[in-house]
């Protein structure tokens, strides 16, 4: 382990430590980038376990060296990030980040160059080619502005708007493409100018829309063409979609602050895309296919062919890889997934390689890799069934695909697989990973039940973590229960007796996040609370990731009854295999959709649960956004029936527990609105309840001090809902 030694932390509980430490994320390597030609390797990474400012590191694939390559406490004028722009704000939201200096950079494909972002500025530097950097002699290029000297002087701002977001660099490294308010501008040698935008209130240029960053994995709204040519930029319009308000409650002279909101079976913002010349000259690229599809998944201009958009129908069932012709805007299809129930957004897919088109789809109850070949409109499965391909790395240089897999949804592997189907495990066993590769070279990171590492290959180099140690320990146990093989862990007091304890779940327990996994980061919270007297129980559900296409779409139509039939089951099968959980005092805590199953299982089974924290829950479908909610409830005005079923507040009456609401009033993703409407319900039902509001806080907490007391409330709350002592 790379962490600071326990004995050498100061003194302090769990919910300081993990808050002080932004959850362990301090300190560890991050943000991973590997040259094409496998001759370096970027990432970003703070100084100690409590430094949320982070920096610009490069390691040697060959003798593992590191060395820094830019410190925002070395830029001029960086004090700290007061002054930062609302697109950054916003984007730091739908990505949960939680740190500060350089939280995101852009490096051309072999490295040797990066861009970024701080406190709205653009800053530049030349990466040395590592083995130079010893001898010093690394020169300063032509990187604009630039003196000679010292590799490490050589970070240069750019002329900036002073309110840059998303900056992005050109394929010659010779200027930085940014998104400065609703305009995308250009900076470099020949100064800062304007491109395209900033002539509409609701119109933006070159930047994500909400749905594309929270909902779609897509963070970004402009691309460059190869030759540096040209830029693939987005027109994002709001005009049409719902406006709603995020008012501050302790600061009643504030005013409140407007957002665009699609909620479900409303109207999305209009996404346009063209392709921007370098004097403002657009051709508009015909993504739409005749209105059929609404949803801009992806975009990208890879090095010798043209630019690909990856676009998906409104209600998800079709997604196409278009190609673009760039001199006209049209597109000819490449290749077509459909499914009755939606097609998945795999990370990393679709991509083209060589002419092909690598994707991943659901076949034969596996979600497997799939090559369209430019010759046939069928594509051919090359990963073996039962292996659930979830994340596609990266194409390795001899043809083959790296992703990230899972035979057993516990953990997930690093597997190369050839165009012949042969298997390789780069890396696997238990515990949970990710890879990022480029020229032969994969850097691998590993989170296991022991703690987390970050290992290059070959070679075996080790990237140094400096985050702290946790001063709990869990010691999950882990179980399959019940008719459905539900996958579930179990975490005690350290030294516990023997004797009854009260039980808490913990859960997520819905799509897009799994809880249980070979992988100690899982699991520290829940440790924490066991160790409080507990006996924690953590089950992945239908409808959570790792176990395939037909576990997935269980959930098809309502997402309250199987993900809280699962719960159940799992407690049941649980207690029937340890005789220390007490079945008469069972509590369940949850954030998020987690929050919404807490609600939903006092509500709906007082039988069971005897008391319920609620942190930031859905509680009316309705009111969430478009592209998470109509996958698995349909249109409200088509299919009412799944909404009905799925609203808490119509079933606020049911209460005879206690429940604990709590919900940050600054959120823009599930807005306040959603407690608020159910704690109305609960009153006007003559229910008692409490309610915990967070001001200024949004659905990602992100304050120490509100991290570190809320899980010491929590506490409190179960313990005297369920009659327990400290």
Do not use: K
């Amino acid at each position: 382990m790379n962490g600071r030694l326990l004995e050498d932390l100061p003194r302090e509980g769990f919910p300081r430590q993990h808050a002080r430490t932004r959850r362990f994320t301090c300190g560890a390597p991050r943000d991973v980038t590997v040259a094409d030609d496998g001759s370096r390797v970027l990432f970003l990474r703070s100084g100690s376990g409590d430094d949320p400012v982070n920096a610009l590191w490069l390691l040697c694939p060959e003798t593992g060296d590191e060395t820094l390559v830019a410190d925002p406490a070395n830029l001029p004028g960086v004090v700290d990030e007061g002054g930062l722009p609302a697109a950054e704000l916003a984007r730091r939201e739908r990505v949960r980040e939680s740190a500060s200096g350089i939280v995101a950079y852009d490096a051309l494909a072999d490295l040797s160059r990066a861009c970024f972002a701080v406190d709205g500025r653009v800053f530049l530097v030349e990466v040395p080619v590592p083995g130079a950097v010893a001898a010093g002699t690394a020169g300063a290029g032509d990187v604009p502005g630039a003196d000679s000297g010292l590799w490490q002087a050589r970070i240069v701002e750019l002329p900036s708007s002073g309110d840059a977001f998303d900056p992005r660099l050109s394929p010659d490294g010779s200027s930085v493409a940014y998104v400065s308010g609703s305009s995308l501008r250009i900076t470099g040698a020949g100064g800062d100018r304007h491109l395209i935008g900033g002539s509409t209130p609701t119109v933006s240029w070159g930047s994500a829309e909400f749905i594309a960053a929270e909902e779609m994995g897509r963070s970004r709204g402009h691309w460059w063409s190869p030759d540096g040519g040209r830029i693939l930029v987005t027109r994002v319009d709001t005009a049409d979609v719902s406006e709603w308000w995020i008012s501050s409650p302790v600061d009643p002279a504030a005013a409140p602050r407007a957002i665009r909101y699609p909620a479900a079976g409303s109207t999305n913002a209009t996404v346009g895309l063209a392709v921007v010349a370098l004097d403002g000259t657009t051709t508009d690229v015909d993504w739409h296919v005749d209105g059929t599809f609404e949803y801009l998944a992806g975009v990208a201009w890879p090095v010798g062919g043209r630019p690909t958009v990856v676009a998906q129908t409104r209600d998800q069932r079709i997604l196409v890889v278009l190609e673009v012709d760039p001199a006209t805007g049209a597109t000819t299809e490449r290749a077509r997934t459909v499914d009755d129930h939606w097609v998945d957004l795999v990370p990393g897919a679709p991509r083209l390689a060589g002419g092909a088109v690598f994707t991943v789809e659901s076949r034969d109850g596996t979600n497997r890799l799939v090559v369209y070949s430019p010759d046939r409109a069928d594509g051919v499965a090359v990963s073996p069934d039962g292996m659930q391909v979830r994340y596609v790395a990266g194409i390795a240089g001899d043809g083959s695909v790296v992703v990230l897999a899972s035979s057993d949804p516990l953990d997930v592997e690093v597997v190369r697989i050839a165009l012949d189907g042969t298997i390789e495990v780069l890396a696997g066993g238990e515990g949970v990973r990710s890879a990022a590769i480029g020229g032969g070279v994969v850097v691998v990171s590993t989170a296991t039940l022991e703690g987390s590492s970050m290992v290059v290959l070959p070679g075996g180099h080790v990237i140094a973590s400096h985050a702290e140690e946790p001063v709990v320990s869990p010691r999950p146990t882990f179980h399959v229960v019940g008719d459905r093989d539900l996958r579930a862990a179990v975490l005690v007091p350290d030294g516990h007796d023997g004797s009854l304890l009260p039980v808490l779940l913990d859960p997520y327990g819905g799509p897009h996040a799994q809880r249980v996994q070979r992988a100690r980061g899982q699991f520290l919270t829940s440790q924490w609370f066991a160790d409080q007297g507990f006996a924690v129980v953590v089950a992945d559900g239908r409808g959570t990731p790792g176990r395939g296409p037909e576990w997935d779409r269980a959930v098809h139509g309502d997402l309250a009854a199987p993900a809280l039939d699962d719960q159940v089951d799992a407690l049941h099968g649980l207690a029937a295999l340890d005789d220390r959980l007490d079945l008469g005092r069972v509590a369940i805590r949850g954030w998020s959709f987690g929050g919404y199953l807490a609600a939903l299982a006092v509500l709906r089974r007082p039988d069971v649960f005897h008391a319920a924290i609620a942190g930031a829950p859905v509680t009316d479908w309705r009111l969430y956004d478009t592209h998470y909610t109509e996958r698995y409830l349909g249109d409200p005005a088509s299919e009412p029936g799944n909404y009905a079923r799925t609203d808490l507040c119509a079933e606020a009456a049911l209460l005879e527990r206690p429940l604990l609401l709590i919900h940050g009033m600054a959120d823009d993703n599930v807005v306040a609105a959603h407690t608020l409407q159910l704690s109305r319900a609960l009153l006007e039902a003559g229910r008692p309840h409490r309610v915990l509001p967070l001001s200024g806080v949004t659905h990602m907490t992100p304050q120490p001090e509100v991290a570190e007391n809320l899980l010491l409330v929590q506490l409190e709350f179960l313990r005297e809902a369920l009659g327990t002592t400290g």
